[in-house]
């Protein structure tokens, strides 16, 4: 029996030396068909995948048959991305069926979620049981693998971005072998913000922490002057802090403060560097509803539920709307906001609003924080596709002296050449990932264009 006739009889479910079979149960048609997955789109619309088919498996055994039987294939997860990423020219597998918390180690104070598990599937439970996540992304709608693959992250001077938080997780490699990579694996810092080239995760384990309540003030009408001036000082003000701007009139619209009641005990005045305090919630897009936003108004309330700017069960943003994300170091902070400042003209008719978050740096080779503490300013465009591709290369010219890197998973086009040059790993990624894949069933245009 050669290898791929026993694979298709067994699946090697390795966590140290052991070694589980399972039967492929001599199915006609592979499992987790979607017979006619329409037309399929991502979360906001911009986006149609090509891939001519959809697989919805509902067990790791199924995942790992699927991958081995296929050709090209890439995994799915919450459809967040604005890109390519997540597309093959063959088939996609979603993880939409594996969305379970598995359990929560006490001991080793970590819990176990599977891959296709949104942030606001399980938060409130681990909350319920006691603990908590260091830190969330501005909506908890996405899925902790897609999250992890891509580098997305929350806010905070001292808080890593999401992948930060994986202790280890399983991958499904491409000959259908599932194996456990932790943090004393080699491949470790390679393979967690993967971009999806390696194989599809099936779960994940991430640190915890005793749970937290958190205030959130909102400040209104900050004069971009005091960013300059005290740029470190604003966005240590809390846990995590926003700054949202359209660009315009000298200010930044709305200073988001979270704040942890076990660490910050005193209170927020009514003025803060020249903003004054809200009064009524704030969505930071003006005119919206919300209802779809976090409670605010320095009102206590669990981390899963102020973290966040959204709620689950409402749409997120605004729903129809593009997105663009720019990393530099938080040392150029106000040299590169000053610059896309210099652009609103520009930048603003096709805006819908901007974000300024920070993200501390790690060690994780495609990270977009990758040994440096970081800055990201993030655009949410108007549903004006082909405007706004027109203007990001002079935004990314605009940051290039500061080294820019962009969100994975938004619209960009800077290319594998440039980005190779701010990336000081990423010629091992690659190679690691032809490795892993020598027949490129996990290779897709986007990492054509933007890695390869």
């Known amino acids: 029996?050669?290898?791929?006739?026993?694979?298709?009889?067994?699946?090697?479910?390795?966590?140290?030396?052991l070694v589980v079979p399972f039967s492929a149960c001599g199915r006609q048609v592979l499992p987790g068909l979607v017979e006619d997955p329409g037309t399929r789109q991502n979360w906001a619309g911009n986006y149609t995948y090509q891939a001519e088919r959809l697989y919805r498996p509902g067990t790791v055994e199924e995942v790992q048959e699927l991958v081995l039987e296929l050709g090209k294939q890439k995994a799915l997860g919450s459809r967040h991305c604005f890109n390519n990423i997540a597309d093959s020219p063959g088939s996609q597998i979603t993880t939409s069926g594996l969305n379970r918390m598995l359990s929560v180690d006490e001991a080793n104070m970590t819990v176990t979620v599977e891959a296709g598990a949104r942030y606001g599937d399980f938060a409130e439970e681990l909350h319920d049981r006691g603990y908590a996540l260091h830190n969330l992304a501005s909506l908890p709608h996405i899925t902790v693998a897609g999250a992890c693959a891509t580098g997305t992250h929350g806010s905070g001077v001292e808080n890593g971005n999401l992948a930060t938080a994986v202790v280890s997780f399983?991958?499904?490699?491409?000959?259908?072998?599932?194996?456990?990579?932790?943090?004393?694996?080699?491949d470790f810092p390679a393979v967690v913000v993967g971009l999806g080239a390696f194989g599809i995760v099936t779960r994940m384990t991430l640190e915890v922490q005793p749970t937290f309540e958190v205030r959130q003030h909102i400040y209104n009408n900050l004069p971009?002057?005091?960013?300059?001036?005290?740029?470190d000082t604003i966005m240590s003000a809390g846990y995590s802090v926003s700054l949202f701007t359209d660009w315009l009139?000298?200010?930044?619209?709305?200073?988001?403060i979270k704040r942890r009641t076990d660490r910050h005990a005193e209170e927020l005045g009514g003025e803060y560097y020249g903003a004054l305090a809200a009064t009524e919630n704030m969505h930071p897009i003006a005119g919206l509803s919300t209802e779809a936003v976090s409670d605010q108004?320095?009102?206590?309330?669990?981390?899963?539920?102020?973290?966040?700017h959204f709620r689950m069960g409402f749409t997120p943003s605004a729903g129809e709307e593009l997105q663009s994300e720019y990393f530099v170091p938080r040392e150029n902070a106000v040299e590169a906001i000053l610059a896309i400042e210099a652009l609103a003209d520009e930048v603003n008719p096709l805006l819908l609003i901007s974000e300024i978050r920070t993200i501390a740096a790690d060690g994780l080779w495609m990270s977009p924080a990758y040994q440096r503490d970081s800055v990201a300013l993030h655009f949410t465009w108007k549903q004006q596709e082909p405007e706004v591709l027109a203007l990001l290369p002079k935004i990314e010219e605009t940051l290039a002296p500061f080294a820019v890197r962009p969100h994975w998973g938004k619209l960009f086009t800077i290319n594998a050449a440039t980005l190779r040059q701010r990336y000081p790993k990423l010629d091992d990624f690659v190679t690691l990932a032809k490795r892993y894949d020598p027949e490129e069933k996990f290779h897709n245009t986007y990492l054509d264009n933007r890695v390869w």
């Open 1 to 17: 029996m050669n290898r791929k006739e026993f694979m298709k009889t067994t699946s090697m479910i390795v966590t140290g030396g």
């Open 170 to 186: 399983d991958l499904v490699r491409p000959d259908g072998e599932l194996v456990t990579i932790d943090r004393q694996h080699p």
């Open 224 to 231: 971009l002057t005091s960013v300059v001036d005290h740029f």
């Open 249 to 256: 009139d000298g200010n930044v619209s709305e200073v988001w």
């Open 297 to 308: 108004m320095g009102r206590p309330g669990p981390w899963y539920d102020r973290l966040p």
